[in-house]
């Protein structure tokens, strides 16, 4: 499940209104860059797809970045919130296919 990446497979959009209030201000999302990481939860239910996510971010130094692909739902609302109330920067939290309705999203994470 645990990949390093080079770039990112998907064209990131953001919309500010669909997503909480403690992610990325959409002039910050031009500056991405790729993740170091990136795990798919979209098969495990809540509590272990903060779990799974945790432990991989506990495992990266300090500055990497780790992308997340999760489920709408629980894991959308509570594996971002939970992140940043550890301290780590949301760098961005979008829908994987922008053009049409899913409940997949993807969401980025730096370790601080």
Do not use: W
């Amino acid at each position: 499940m645990l990949q390093n990446i080079r770039s990112s497979p998907y064209k990131e959009v953001f919309r500010k209104v669909q997503y909480p209030s403690f992610a990325v201000k959409e002039e910050d999302v031009s500056e991405k860059i790729p993740a170091d990481l990136f795990i798919d939860i979209t098969t495990q239910v809540c509590p272990l797809t903060f779990v799974k996510t945790k432990l991989t971010v506990e495992r990266m130094a300090v500055g990497q970045t780790l992308e997340v692909r999760l489920n709408a739902g629980e894991p959308l609302e509570n594996v971002p919130r939970s992140l940043a109330e550890l301290g780590h920067s949301i760098l961005s939290l979008e829908r994987e296919n922008a053009v049409e309705p899913t409940s997949i999203h993807r969401l980025r994470v730096r370790k601080n």
